[in-house]
Antibody, heavy 121, light 115 residues
């Protein structure tokens, strides 16, 4: 049973960096058949995929165009976790952030508990 | 125009069937996509229901009842989630998802009310 445990601050000031971590149990961040994603849900309930990292003999990442240039998703093999950094945040980045695993059939089959991040001074 | 369009809400009675649509933008053809459906209940992350591409290429989520099924309407360029024998516990938000242009794309979601 794969479990994802998120951590990180719930309040970030405008123009600063949002940082969240997702610890994986029951699988490996270096798995050759999984991808590790960050997804957010706005207060109006819209879901938005932000990006992913995955390992296929080497590390890859993909990012949504809407946040490209501001986002970094990094794996940490020593701690079996992956992280999200989103720079230069504005109030429009206020959302519940989820980490999620894509399994070998490409479905999001495991999710973190969600972290409400509010961008406000 | 959004890539995926879903009606914002739908109501149906217990025991009835509900058909939730996910219309693809006109420049992309539903025939070329696998449509993923997720259910989200208040306070919880979305849960995978099923994936549908064709009758020979589909996947039911673990533990998901067979009264949840997928299909496509080529004439409407849409994916469809059919829920039969509606139960009160089916009241939730439902999202469709596709992989397009190297990104996962979510529909805006349909809030299903069972009353």
């Amino acid at each position: 049973q794969v479990q994802l445990q998120q951590s990180g601050p719930g309040l970030v000031k405008p123009s600063q960096t949002l940082s969240l971590t997702c610890v994986i149990s029951g699988d490996s961040v270096s798995s050759n058949s999984a991808a590790w994603n960050w997804i957010r849900q706005s207060p109006s309930r819209d879901l938005e995929w932000l990006g992913r990292t995955y390992y296929r003999s080497k590390w890859y990442d993909d990012y949504a165009l809407s946040v490209k240039g501001r986002i970094t998703i990094n794996p940490d093999t020593s701690k079996n976790q992956f992280s999200l950094q989103l720079n230069s945040v504005t109030p429009e980045d206020t959302a519940v952030y989820f980490c999620a695993r894509n399994n070998q059939l490409n479905m999001f089959d495991s999710w973190g508990q969600g972290t409400l991040v509010t961008v406000s001074s | 125009q959004a890539v995926l369009t879903q009606p914002s809400s739908l109501s149906a009675s217990p025991g009835a069937s509900a058909s939730l649509t996910c219309t693809l933008r006109s420049d992309i053809n539903v025939a070329n996509y696998r449509i993923y459906w997720y259910q989200q209940k208040s306070g919880s992350p979305p849960q995978f229901l099923l994936r549908y591409s064709s009758d020979s290429d589909n996947q039911q989520g673990s533990g998901v009842p067979r009264r949840f099924s997928g299909s496509k309407d080529a004439s409407a360029n849409a994916g469809i989630l059919l829920i039969s024998g509606l139960q009160s516990e089916d009241e939730a938000d439902y999202y469709c998802v596709i992989w397009d242009s190297s990104a996962w794309v979510f529909g805006g979601g349909t809030k299903l009310t069972v009353l």
